[in-house]
């Protein structure tokens, strides 16, 4: 079995400030591992995903996310954020035998201030 | 890339009645769709899984007579929520694969 725990619920930042979200998993299986954002009422987008490979992986609005495997982590940074980066954040892992079955964690809301 | 459109967006029903809701894959087939459901401040967890031509693959927990799932044609999977009921009130999201997602379902039983 397979989880997925995002410790803060919630992180508030000022604009133009770095940010790091945490991610860390579980799993008895390899996984490949993604970030999704969700702005209200709406669906996801994938923001950023490791399948194999550099374990530095970067999305096109400057966020990045580095895969360790020794911790299980997958964290989540942006170095400068914005007001519009404000939304919920999630990680979700896919056992890599699974056909795309996700698991996810709670979520993070990011709020980011003036 | 992969699109999947989903409706209706949101949808307030009273108890007792049912609601549909239908994804579309506009320009690719789709033998398989995944159904989450995430309630209020809450995370997202697979309920089925769709297949095109045969029955739905539930996840444990959730009822099969209610959340009915079906998948008639490479385009399009539907979920009908049958006999709704307030605690069925949920935001409800389909997907084809990790990075193709509907934009969701807001529904809302009264």
């Known amino acids: 079995a397979q989880s997925v725990t995002q410790l803060d619920s919630q992180v508030p930042v000022f604009e133009e400030a770095p940010v790091e979200l945490r991610c860390n998993y579980s799993?008895?299986?390899?996984?490949?591992l993604f970030w999704y954002v969700q702005y209200p009422n709406q669906g996801l987008q994938l923001l950023l995903k490791?399948?194999?490979?550099?374990?530095l992986v970067e999305s096109i609005n400057g966020f990045e996310a580095e895969f360790n495997k020794s911790q299980t982590s997958f964290h989540l940074r942006k170095p400068s954020v914005h007001i519009s980066d404000t939304a919920e954040y999630f990680c979700?892992?896919?056992?890599?035998?699974?056909?795309?079955?996700?698991?996810f964690g709670s979520g993070t809301r990011l709020l980011v201030r003036p | 890339g992969a699109v999947v459109s989903q409706h209706p967006s949101w949808v307030i029903c009273k108890s007792g009645t049912s609601v549909k809701i239908e994804c579309r894959s506009l320009?690719?087939?789709?033998?398989?769709m995944f159904w989450y459901r995430q309630f209020p401040k809450q995370s997202l967890m697979l309920m089925a899984t769709?297949?095109?031509?045969?029955?739905?693959?539930?996840e444990q927990g959730v009822e099969k007579d209610k959340f009915l799932i079906n998948h008639a044609s490479l385009t399009l999977s539907t979920l009908t929520v049958t006999s709704a009921h307030p605690e069925d009130s949920s935001f409800y999201i389909c997907?084809?694969?990790?990075?193709?997602f509907g934009s969701g379902t807001r529904l809302t039983v009264v």
């Open positions: 979700a892992v896919c056992p890599m035998d699974s056909s795309y079955k996700l698991i």
């Open positions: 799993s008895s299986v390899s996984v490949y």
């Open positions: 490791y399948l194999s490979g550099s374990t």
């Open positions: 320009d690719f087939q789709a033998t398989t």
């Open positions: 769709s297949n095109e031509g045969s029955k739905a693959t539930y």
């Open positions: 997907s084809y694969t990790v990075d193709t």
